[in-house]
């Protein structure tokens, strides 16, 4: 599953192929965006915000996009062959020089830019904001606090909270603050969480292999998540996973009981 880092690598390696370039060809293969068309334009900004990414064009409109769980966009050059089947296709955006293609990009949107904040306003300080503060921190922290009987493990998950964070970093947070996931916030350390937050994101920002764990040998990368065989990574003990949250919003949540105290799924 994206989560803000894949966002803001996705967001940097569109604004490395499109910035600056004129629109070629355009196709959307989107059924609220099928005749759209962007040919003429200019790319003259990306940005992202927690999981949502904008492309900004020189007729000061943006397209929105949302990778969800199995989105992603993906460079090529002239006549390079996809590295994934055109069905699954639904925006290309072609200049002389290459092409930008999303693929399982199922939330598309054209909004004049000055009104990109109707998708992001309601989100919480963007983990991997370029301007990152402690006034960020604070808030952030403080919007956690006020969720005092929250599981903190579907607290993180809330981008209201703070924006960026999915389920790898849920688990490898909760793990790092000493936790289980389905401990209250109340009794969690919400400026440590977060600072937690702010520097794994940050650390793997630039990373085409995530870590939690500062190491990148093969089988080192995470402490606890998707280690049910491996065992935890500290301690070498079992490592458990049970689901974390309500219907569609539910999550496999991966935790060690000895290194992570706390209640736990009957």
């Known amino acids: ?6 966002v803001f690598r996705t967001g940097e390696q569109l604004r490395r192929a499109l910035v600056g370039r004129t629109l070629t060809r ?9 005749t759209l068309d962007l040919t ?7 940005r992202t915000v927690g999981k949502h990414l904008f492309l900004r064009f020189s007729d000061a409109t943006s397209l929105h996009s949302h990778l969800r769980m199995d989105g992603s966009w993906r460079v090529f050059r ?9 069905h699954h296709a639904r925006v290309v955006l072609s200049h002389r020089d290459g092409e930008a293609v999303g693929f399982r990009v199922h939330d598309l949107a054209v909004v004049p830019t000055e009104r990109e904040e109707r998708f992001v306003g309601h989100l919480g300080p963007d983990l991997l904001d370029p301007n990152w503060s402690e006034a960020h921190a604070a808030t952030a922290a403080e919007a956690l606090r006020r969720r005092p009987d929250a599981e903190i493990g579907e607290a993180l998950l809330d981008q209201r909270v703070m924006a960026g964070i999915g389920n790898v970093y849920k688990t490898e947070i909760c793990f790092l603050l000493g936790v289980s996931p389905w401990t209250p916030v109340a009794e969690v350390d919400a400026d440590h969480a977060v600072e937690l937050a702010h520097r794994l994101l940050a650390a793997n920002a630039h990373r085409f292999r995530r870590s939690t764990t500062g190491m990148d040998a093969p089988g080192r990368r995470s402490w606890v998540y998707e280690r049910t065989r491996q065992g935890c990574l500290r301690c070498g003990g079992q490592v458990r996973v049970a689901s974390q949250g309500e219907g569609v919003h539910a999550r496999p ?3 060690c ?3 992570q105290p706390g209640p736990v799924p009957a």
């Open 26 to 34: 355009t196709d959307f293969r989107h059924p609220r965006l099928a």
């Open 1 to 6: 599953m994206p989560e803000g880092d894949t």
């Open 253 to 255: 949540t991966w935790y």
């Open 78 to 86: 002239p006549g390079q062959r996809w590295s994934a089947p055109g």
């Open 40 to 46: 003429g334009l200019d790319v003259v900004a990306v």
């Open 257 to 259: 009981p000895h290194c």
